[in-house]
């Protein structure tokens, strides 16, 4: 509760980094499904880029659509997607919109800057499916997933 | 400890998960392991994941584990299983990891510590500047789209006959540098256009190139077959299938998760998804893994290559004159076909190797006809502060572990831990006391590749030699690294 009361006070820091021998994971709360995907999102550049110039300003919108059976391979898709393109494209997303969701839907505009902005430091090679939790616990949702690095 | 895994002594060096730990369990577990590198295993999940890998379908003897263990996702890094084919045996793409052929080669040199010392600085600052390494790093070898499927098909073999090696080199690669029935038919775009750009680059994380010199000779017939000797400059390259290899597996994965209703497969992980290996999505999966395993094996192949012309231009003379002949290329996240003695009966087995390395024993066919008597040459990369090792494979590892053996160290701190514990100026610092230059892209790539971050290698080492699945070559150790 304390952590969730510190990511809503400071959205910057919207997620918690979670303890693994090899590799890295994330929990990530909201009080909604589309805040829950764009947190997680946003972790992902946080955790793996800075920001250093801004030599490459123009802004590129991508739109990612993914679809699973249930919540938690949604969320993996979703994560996986967000990966691939900024990998296959050399983007750094700093922002997201989520148009629409469920439960096995997100249609979202990912936006972000050319890689070359950014110092990397870390290369999230995946999102896993091991000890992967997306759930609904009182009144908002929380997520943990772990990162192949 | 967790008293909720019971483990079973078998002797010094081996201990069993009974099959009863689990209901669904189809073998027992077994680890390799002594009792003080237990006491770190435990400390995470990797010996619930060698539990849950026992799950597979047409899993036969053991769910396996090298004493480099550690957590993972789905498997642990340093499992090993082999599925019998025939008998509706699985393949799992989180059996092989994302980054697909992950591996690492050894390179000799005529120099000795004495000509290389004074100029170790200028050699890892050429190297580090001719060698493209870190994230989103480019390559210098730019590929056409028309040769991208060639690479696929042809491996290590592309980049010699594009002049960045030679058939001595292919030789000396497992599966000659190309394991055959590769099929990009089955490669998804994405992987193309994410792999794109990245042939002859080193990667990031645990990723590097070494300088190493040889401080220790355990078994001298083999020595003077690989033409090695004291004090001799070594250079190890370790990476993998890059982005490529990543979005296959991510490609696989979600498929086979998506498909396990379809074979009635009930795994505890579904980062253990799989499908039978004769399954439509099994060939697949298989036609697409080979192509990153080639695609990493030509990776490979160019930074040797880059490394070569490096060394020329510290030393003014030819790679051959320096004598920089490969000892050997092994992969280390990979599935195989094999054939091996199961119970008296010869079976053709999928056989995953999840951070553990093929470790043939003497006489087979597979190694090549240079080795073949002392067995085939396996690389165990350590920490950048401490070494590594040249073993060979056994007869007891082709009985037991259907050849494999560990792969490195093996992780023994979290990197959010290990970033934790040390600077990056600190740990430099240290090991330039030590006589080690490290050069790296990131510094925080450097304090979370930290040596303590690691199990001692010599402590793995002993456990696979005592065990008797590997055996001691000869010990480098580190005079300078680039890391990614």
Redesign the interface.
């Known amino acids: 509760m304390a952590h969730f009361l510190t990511c809503l006070k400071n959205p910057m820091k919207n997620y918690q ?1 979670l ?6 994971g994330i929990r990530v709360k909201s009080l909604s499904l589309a805040g829950l995907f764009k947190n997680a999102g946003l972790a992902l550049t946080e955790l ?1 880029a800075e920001k250093q110039k801004n030599q490459y300003p123009e802004k590129h919108k991508i739109v990612i659509m993914q679809k699973a ?1 249930n919540v938690e ?1 949604l969320f ?2 979703w994560l ?1 997607e967000l990966l ?1 393109v900024s ?2 494209e ?1 983007l750094i997303f700093a922002d997201i919109k989520i148009n629409q969701i469920n439960e096995q839907f997100v249609d979202a505009i990912a936006i972000g800057t050319d ?1 070359r902005n950014y ?5 999230i ?2 999102a ?5 939790k997306v759930q609904k616990t009182g009144f908002y949702w929380q997520a943990e997933v ?1 990162f ?2 | 400890m967790p008293d909720n895994i019971p483990l079973e002594k078998i002797d010094d060096y081996r201990w069993r998960i009974p099959k009863s730990y689990k209901p669904g369990m189809r073998v027992p577990g077994l680890i390799y392991a002594s009792e003080k590198l237990l006491e770190s295993i435990y400390k995470d999940k990797a010996l619930e994941q060698v539990a849950n890998v026992a799950f597979l379908p047409g899993i036969v003897r053991h769910s396996l584990a090298m004493p480099d263990i550690h957590w993972g996702y789905g498997f642990p890094i340093g499992g090993v299983a082999a599925t019998d084919i025939d008998e509706g045996g699985v393949i799992s793409p989180g059996g092989v990891g994302f980054d697909i052929n992950c591996g690492v080669r050894l390179v000799k040199t005529n120099l000795e510590y004495d000509e290389v010392k004074d100029k170790i600085e200028d050699l890892i600052n050429r190297l580090f500047s001719d060698v493209p390494a870190g994230v989103g790093a480019e390559g210098n070898i730019k590929v056409g789209t028309k040769e991208e499927k060639q690479i696929l098909l042809k491996g290590a073999r592309w980049a010699v006959e594009n002049g960045f090696g030679t058939e001595d080199d292919l030789e000396c690669t497992e599966e000659n540098g190309a394991i055959p029935g590769a099929d990009p038919e089955m490669v998804s775009e994405r992987a193309f256009k994410r792999g794109r750009a990245q042939s002859g680059t080193l990667g990031s994380g645990n990723h590097f190139l070494e300088v190493q010199v040889i401080d220790q000779l355990y078994d001298r017939e083999a020595c003077a077959t690989l033409g090695l000797n004291l004090g001799q400059v070594m250079v190890m390259i370790h990476s993998g299938s890059r982005g490529f290899g990543y979005q296959i597996c991510e490609d696989y994965a979600r498929k086979m998760v998506e498909g396990l209703a379809k074979y009635k497969i009930n795994v505890p992980d579904r980062q253990l998804a799989c499908a039978p290996v004769n399954s439509s999505e099994g060939k697949a999966y298989l036609g697409a893994m080979r192509c990153a395993a080639n695609y990493a094996w030509a990776n490979r192949q160019c930074l040797m290559h880059l490394t070569r012309q490096a060394f020329e231009k510290v030393f003014g003379l030819s790679w051959q004159k320096l004598g920089m002949f490969l000892i050997y290329d092994v992969a280390h996240n990979i599935a195989k076909i094999e054939r091996h003695n199961v119970d008296g009966v010869k079976k053709n087995l999928c056989v995953h190797r999840k951070g553990a390395t093929r470790a043939f024993g003497p006489g087979d066919l597979a190694i090549p006809e240079r080795y073949r008597k002392i067995g085939q040459p396996v690389i165990i990369p350590g920490d950048m502060g401490r070494n590594s090792y040249l073993l060979v494979g056994t007869q007891r590892a082709m009985q037991e572990t259907f050849g494999s053996c560990c792969h490195g160290a093996g992780r023994l701190m979290s990197r959010t831990a290990s970033a934790k514990s040390t600077s990056a100026d600190i740990l430099l610092k240290e090991l330039r006391s030590k006589g080690i230059i490290v050069k790296a892209s990131g510094r925080k790539t450097v304090v979370e590749e930290a040596p303590s971050a690691y199990k001692d290698v010599n402590a793995v080492v002993d456990v696979v030699a005592n065990a008797g699945i590997g055996k001691r070559v000869c010990r480098m150790r580190p005079l300078g690294v680039v890391k990614g």
Not at chain 1, 19 to 24: V, Y
Not at chain 1, 119 to 123: A, I, L, P, R
């Open positions: 980094v303890e693994h021998t090899a590799d890295i793996s059976d391979e993996v898709n996986n691939s990998a296959a050399a890689s110092k990397t430091n870390v290369e090679k995946a896993t499916y091991h000890q992967l772990i192949d690095v």
